[in-house]
């Protein structure tokens, strides 16, 4: 009887324990799915769609009525904000200005420590961001810089010629496909270069422009294998060290490992020529840093080590030579798709720019529907469906909900930009509701967060934006692009999503106007 007792008090205890850790979050939480032993909910997310984790968050938040989620990342607290108000909420908030430090960041780092900008926090990452900030703009980022123009033009020339003309080298040889071009590849060249003149001052010519088609392959490898959870193992490191393969792991360090030589090499290259009295470029001003013998006292908390300057280099180059030809993707997809809005764009550009001059960045602001477009395009496919993880530096709160310390926040950017109390008719391609009647752009009605905002905003949003509006605006002023097959152009069910959203490579017809 004694021995029964203490079986059914030992099972008692099991079960309460058990419904304790499924079921119990800290108090005022937002609701969300139980807790599954080791995994946490993960595993449910993975079960309700594996291949898009932000439709399994779309899911989720439809079954418990809620646009503020949790969840558990093993035994992670995380929430996530998953409409316009709660992600921008998020955004602003000083206190969940932190990065959660992942494994999947610390394999970007030869010493496994994670650097750079991207994921690291606290004073080291703001004296870091505003130094190289401070720095790249004086070379150009994100501001006018005749130089710079003159270059991206000459990248954009390049480009036409290209398309015009064909293959000429034998790494351009898989961009064509019977006179059809491959897309987002194409671009690969154009965005990298606008980068690179910035970062050194030089610009990789087109034939050895392999090594550009090669860092961008590896770049997406790793956007696709990744998740924007950080995968299993980011909360489960011993599943890395467990199953290496399986897990992903091996293959993301590889890939890593691979961007990390390619940044190496370029900077190395410019460190055997360095002379410390001629500056350069943004390079040679930190290695004056790096020798300098004593410590910066406006930037006290920044880091200048070699470790450092690469990764740094590696997260504004990384974007700009991988997100950046994407999102064009996305946008010639779009106005494909959408004939009537390409053939409106092609008109005002016909208008404004006329066809004897590629069109500038003077034109921007003259360009309303075009400028609108890319807006709407930025909107419409969200390029970072569960945007940069943050992580709650001090307890704070989200809406009516209570965020304790280090619990991670996710900013789910694709709720916000679906979200029908903001966007009327969300799912529809719309450049002109950024118009006001008259038929300009109207920033106020742009609530839009693709890049992110406050203190952690993309630090490279001017130079992705003025890139996009260039780039695209000389290919529609001088082509008339289309698809064979309309009905064989990608569809959504046919994106991956890894920690980006990606459009698999298709191939574009480009018939010179
Ligand atoms: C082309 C489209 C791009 C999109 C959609 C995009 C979007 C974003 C987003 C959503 C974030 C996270 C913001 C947050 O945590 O709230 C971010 C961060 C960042 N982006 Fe971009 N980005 C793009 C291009 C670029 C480019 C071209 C560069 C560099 C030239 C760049 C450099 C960065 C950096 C360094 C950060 C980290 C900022 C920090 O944590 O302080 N991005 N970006």
């Not at 970062?199 to 087109?206: A, F, M």
């Not at 995968?231 to 399986?246: D, E, G, I």
């Not at 500056?279 to 020798?291: A, Q, W």
């Amino acid at each position: 009887m004694a021995s029964f007792v203490l079986l059914a008090v030992c099972c008692a205890l099991f079960i309460y324990k058990a419904y304790k850790y499924m079921f119990f979050k800290p108090p005022n939480c937002p609701p969300g799915p139980p807790r599954i032993p080791v995994f946490g909910s993960y595993l449910i997310m993975l079960l309700i769609n594996y291949k898009h984790l932000q439709r399994s968050i779309d899911w989720l938040c439809q079954y418990y009525k809620t646009n503020i989620l949790s969840l558990y990342m093993g035994d992670f607290l995380t929430v996530v904000a998953n409409d316009s108000d709660s992600v921008r909420e998020v955004m602003i908030n000083t206190k969940l200005d932190g990065r959660p430090d992942l494994p999947l960041s610390q394999l970007r780092n030869a010493s496994s420590v994670t650097k750079g900008i991207f994921f690291t926090m606290g004073l080291y990452w703001r004296d870091q961001r505003r130094y190289t900030l401070r720095h790249l703009r004086d070379f150009g980022l994100g501001r006018r810089f005749n130089e710079l123009e003159l270059d991206i033009e000459a990248e954009t020339r390049q480009l036409i010629e290209i398309i015009k003309s064909g293959p000429k080298y034998a790494h351009e040889k898989e961009l064509f496909d019977n006179k059809m071009v491959l897309c987002p590849n194409i671009f690969y060249p154009i965005t990298a270069n606008s980068f690179l003149k910035i970062l050194c001052n030089e610009r990789i010519p087109r034939e050895s422009q392999s090594e550009i088609f090669r860092a961008a392959k590896t770049g997406y490898g790793f956007l696709k294998h990744a998740d924007s959870f950080g995968r299993l193992f980011s909360f489960l490191p011993w599943v890395a060290k467990v199953f290496p393969n399986l897990s992903s792991y091996t293959k993301l360090r590889k890939l890593s490992m691979s961007q990390y030589d390619f940044m190496k090499k370029l900077i190395d290259e410019q460190y055997e020529t360095y002379d410390e009295n001629h500056e350069r470029h943004f390079l040679d001003v930190y290695f004056k840093e790096m020798k300098a013998s004593q410590r910066n006292k406006h930037y006290k908390h920044a880091d200048f080590s070699y470790e450092q300057l690469i990764i740094t280099c590696l997260d504004f180059y990384q974007p700009a030579s991988v997100l950046s030809p994407m999102t064009i993707a996305f946008y010639l997809r779009l106005l494909i798709l959408n004939p009537h809005v390409k053939k409106r764009i092609q008109n005002e550009i016909d208008d404004v720019v006329g066809r004897s001059r590629l069109p500038n960045l003077d034109d921007r602001n003259k360009l309303h529907y075009t400028e609108a477009s890319i807006r709407e395009a930025f909107r419409y496919e969200t390029l970072i469906p569960n945007g940069i993880p943050r992580l709650a530096l001090e307890p704070t709160q989200l809406s009516q909900y209570d965020i304790p310390k280090n619990c991670v926040v996710m900013t789910g950017l694709r709720g916000a930009h679906l979200d029908s109390k903001r966007w009327p008719d969300a799912n529809k391609f719309q450049p002109e509701r950024f118009l006001d009647n008259e038929g300009k752009l109207n920033l106020k009605k742009d609530h839009s967060v693709p890049f992110g905002a406050g203190k952690r905003l993309c630090a490279g949003e001017t130079h992705a934006r003025n890139v996009m509006f260039l780039t695209v605006s000389a290919i529609l002023q001088n082509f008339d692009i289309s698809v064979p097959d309309e009905s064989k152009l990608h569809r959504e069910s046919d994106f991956l999503t890894g920690l980006i959203s990606i459009v698999p490579n298709f191939f574009v017809k480009f018939d010179t106007r």
